[in-house]
């Protein structure tokens, strides 16, 4: 075994060493090249885990944007005492600690919770109400934001025609509809990187509330990479393919905006 002295009493074991990063060098090509596999044959176990992301994500983004929109647009047209205190509220919110969001929710569905007799710990939907927690926020102040911008610029044409108020906000949600799903789609992607409350509220239990992102942790720390990493490369991918959509959808906007 190779030997080198570096200064006085301190010797460096490089044949050991280097015998070691080419272990792991290899365990780590093993472990793509497995990962790729699993995505390339389809892998039943991925496509449930990927399949089970998609459907907690997407509805927990329906349930929040529906609330959430509507939320945005009444505080963006209407004006009433408290209404710069729920501003700060929402807008603190966009910040929640999802672990804490986690232990609200598991506390309220639990037996001795007041919402406990719906069973719904440990299941699919608890997770649901987690992220559409988690997402509300954002989306509600985000698309206040917008639409209260676009609100100042038509204001005079509502107040000359006599625009009752619920008929201003449908009208300005539709004119501001590509900036809104934009928000949407940053909405989607807040959902689909949650670890921490899903994993408290869900249970990461296997064929039953085991998605992307707790299956990662718990398979990275298990020891097998091959599936963390073709789970990671699927989130990856989907990062990807949301921000293309935002750009995509910034510039179908700004033609929209100059037609």
């Not at 232990?103 to 608890?126: H, W």
């Not at 299956?215 to 990493?229: C, N």
Request: net charge positive.
């Amino acid at each position: 075994m190779a030997v080198i002295r570096w200064g006085a009493g301190r010797v460096r074991r490089t044949g050991f060493r280097k015998w070691v990063d080419i272990r792991h060098m290899q365990d780590f090509g093993a472990a793509f090249l497995t990962a790729f596999d699993l995505l390339i044959g389809a892998d039943a176990a991925l496509l449930e885990i990927i399949g089970l992301s998609l459907r907690v994500s997407i509805t927990a983004l329906l349930a929040a944007g529906l609330i959430g929109l509507s939320l945005g647009a009444a505080l963006a047209v209407t004006r009433f005492p408290g209404r710069g205190f729920i501003l700060v509220i929402v807008n603190s919110m966009m910040g929640l600690p999802p672990v804490v969001v986690g232990l609200v929710v598991y506390m309220l569905l639990s037996n001795a919770g007041p919402l406990g007799f719906l069973g719904l710990l440990y299941t699919p939907e608890a997770m649901i109400i987690a992220q559409a927690i988690l997402i509300l926020p954002i989306i509600a102040a985000l698309s206040r934001q917008l639409i209260e911008d676009l609100h100042a610029e038509y204001a005079e044409q509502f107040r000359s025609f006599c625009v009752p108020t619920g008929r201003m906000m449908v009208e300005l949600l539709w004119d501001a509809r590509y900036s809104l799903l934009t928000v949407m789609l940053a909405g989607l992607g807040r959902a689909m990187a949650e670890v921490g409350a899903v994993i408290i509220v869900g249970g990461n239990i296997n064929h039953l509330t085991r998605v992307m992102t707790t299956t990662i942790a718990l398979e990275t720390s298990k020891g097998d990479l091959a599936l963390a990493l073709g789970l990671g490369i699927v989130l990856l991918s989907i990062a990807i393919a949301i921000n293309a959509g935002v750009m995509a959808l910034n510039a179908t906007a700004k033609r929209q905006a100059y037609a």
